[in-house]
C-alpha cells in the first residue's frame, strides 16, 4: 500500500475516532453528573451526545431515567420509546417502559378514584406506587391532593413537602402549600375584621405551621398580637418574617411603627434604618424615621420627611411634621406651605386648622389665621387652643368683643396652659374697654 493510500485511510477513519471518542468522554461526564445529583447538566450531556450522534439509543434511556428523576413523565415515555426504536432487542429498555407504563396505569387509576371522591381508594394507591417509585414527585404531590380534598390537611402538607423534596425546581407544589395556607389566612382575616383576636391568632398562627413563607401571615399575626397589648410578641414574630424574607418591607414598616407607639424611638430609627437600607426609595420608612427623630433630631427628621415629599407629596402625615417642626423653630414662611396642603388634604382635622392659624397669626395674617380657627372650632366646639388663636386673630383685627368671647372659650378645658394664656389675654383686653 503506498505511502499516499495510508494516508487517505487515515484521514477517512480520524473524524470517526475522535467522535467516538468524543461520546465517551461525554458518556463518563453525564454517568458523574448523574451521581453528584446534578440532574440538570446530566440532561445537558446526554442531550449533545443525541445532537452529536442522533442513534445512541443509552442516551435516550438515560434521558428517559433522568426525566422520570425529574418529575417530566412525558420526556421519560418519549425518550424510551425512541431508545426502543433504537434497540429493539434490549430488555433493560423494555423494563423500564413497562415500569412507565406501570407509573402512568397507577395515575390514571388513582385519579379516577380520587375524581369519584374515592380519596381513601386513591391515597391508598399512590402509596402502593410511592412504595415502588420513591423518587418521583407528581406522586407525592397527588398524594397531597386527595388528603386534602379527605380532609386530611397536615398530611397534605406533608405530602406537597416530600413532592418539593424530591422536585424543588417545580412551582406547583409550592402553590399547593400557599393555598391551604391561604385558606387558614382568610379564616384569621375574618376574625380579624370584626376585631376577634384570639381566633384571628389562631387561624394566622396555623397559616405560618403550613407555609413558614407567608409573608403576609407574619404581618397580620404580629398587627393582631399588637392589638391585644402583646407588643413583645408581636415583635417577635416579625423578627422571624425579618429574617425569613429581609426584602418584605410591610414586616419592617409594622416594627418601627409599633416600637414607635411604645416611644422606643431609638429602636424604631434602627428598624426605619434598616428598612431604607432595603429600599431607600421607601417613603413610608422615610416617614416613619422622621416621626422617630422629630424631637431628638428634627434637623434630620425634616431631612427625611422632605425627602418622603420628593416622591410622594400628599403625605399628609410628612406634611403636618414637616408644618410642626418648622412652627416650633419659629420658622413660620417655612411651615406655612407644609400646613397648607396638609389641610388640603384633610380639610376637616381641627388640629391641623389649629396648627396652620397659629402659623397665620404669627405671619400677621389674622384673617386667614381668624378663617382657620373658626373652621377649627366648628368642627371640635371644645378644643382650646382653637379658639385661643381665634381670640387672638379678632384681638389684632380690632374685633375686641369677638376676641373676649373667644378667650372665654379657651378658658374652659382641662389645657391648663391654654386657659391661663387665655385668661390673660382677656384680662388685658378688658382693662382697654
Do not use: C
Amino acid at each position: 500500500m503506498s505511502v499516499m493510500r495510508n494516508l487517505v485511510l487515515a484521514g477517512l477513519l480520524w473524524p470517526a475516532v475522535s467522535i467516538a471518542q468524543n461520546i465517551d468522554a461525554l458518556y463518563q461526564q453525564g454517568r458523574a453528573e448523574v451521581a453528584a445529583g446534578n440532574l440538570l447538566a446530566a440532561v445537558t450531556v446526554y442531550t449533545a451526545i443525541i445532537s452529536t450522534d442522533p442513534g445512541q439509543a443509552a442516551a435516550h434511556f438515560q434521558l428517559s431515567q433522568l426525566g422520570l428523576d425529574m418529575d417530566d413523565l412525558k420526556i421519560a415515555q418519549e425518550h424510551i420509546r425512541q431508545a426502543i426504536e433504537l434497540d429493539q432487542r434490549n430488555q433493560e429498555y423494555r423494563d423500564f417502559a413497562n415500569e412507565i407504563v406501570t407509573i402512568t396505569d397507577g395515575l390514571r387509576d388513582a385519579k379516577r378514584s380520587h375524581d369519584n371522591r374515592q380519596y381513601g381508594n386513591a391515597i391508598q394507591k399512590y402509596d402502593e406506587l410511592i412504595a415502588a417509585y420513591a423518587n418521583f414527585a407528581t406522586l407525592y404531590y397527588r398524594k397531597g391532593l386527595s388528603l386534602q380534598s379527605n380532609g386530611q390537611v397536615e398530611q397534605a402538607v406533608v405530602a406537597f413537602r416530600s413532592a418539593i423534596e424530591h422536585n424543588p425546581r417545580s412551582a406547583n407544589y409550592p402553590k399547593a402549600i400557599r393555598a391551604l395556607a391561604v385558606r387558614e389566612y382568610q379564616k384569621g382575616d375574618q376574625y380579624y375584621r370584626i376585631r376577634d383576636w384570639l381566633p384571628a391568632e389562631e387561624q394566622f398562627t396555623k397559616a405560618l405551621e403550613i407555609d413558614p413563607a407567608f409573608d403576609q401571615a407574619y404581618y397580620r399575626l404580629a398587627r393582631t398580637l399588637g392589638r391585644q397589648d402583646r407588643s413583645a410578641e408581636a415583635i417577635a414574630v416579625l423578627d422571624r418574617a425579618i429574617a425569613q424574607n429581609p426584602a418584605y418591607m410591610p414586616v419592617r414598616l409594622e416594627k418601627g411603627n409599633l416600637l414607635r407607639s411604645e416611644e422606643r424611638n431609638q429602636e424604631a430609627a434602627v428598624t426605619y434604618r434598616g428598612a431604607l437600607a432595603v429600599d431607600p426609595g421607601d417613603h413610608r420608612a422615610m416617614v416613619g424615621l422622621g416621626q422617630a427623630l422629630k424631637t431628638d433630631n428634627p434637623a434630620e427628621a425634616a431631612v427625611q420627611l422632605e425627602m418622603a415629599l420628593a416622591i410622594k407629596p400628599d403625605i399628609v402625615t410628612a406634611n403636618e411634621l414637616l408644618g410642626e417642626i418648622y412652627s416650633q423653630q419659629e420658622q413660620w414662611v417655612k411651615a406655612r406651605p407644609y400646613l397648607a396642603t396638609a389641610v388640603e388634604l384633610k380639610p376637616k382635622d381641627h388640629f391641623t386648622l389649629w396648627r396652620l392659624a397659629h402659623v397665620e397669626n404669627n405671619l400677621g395674617s389674622w384673617e386667614a389665621a381668624k378663617d382657620l380657627a373658626r373652621r377649627s372650632v366648628g368642627i371640635e366646639g371644645k378644643f382650646q387652643p382653637g379658639w385661643y388663636e381665634l381670640g387672638m386673630a379678632r384681638m389684632e383685627l380690632g374685633e375686641t368683643a369677638g376676641a373676649i368671647q373667644a378667650f372665654k372659650q379657651a378658658e374652659r378645658g382641662r389645657d391648663r396652659v391654654t386657659a391661663a394664656d387665655a385668661a390673660r389675654e382677656r384680662k388685658r383686653l378688658e382693662v382697654r374697654r
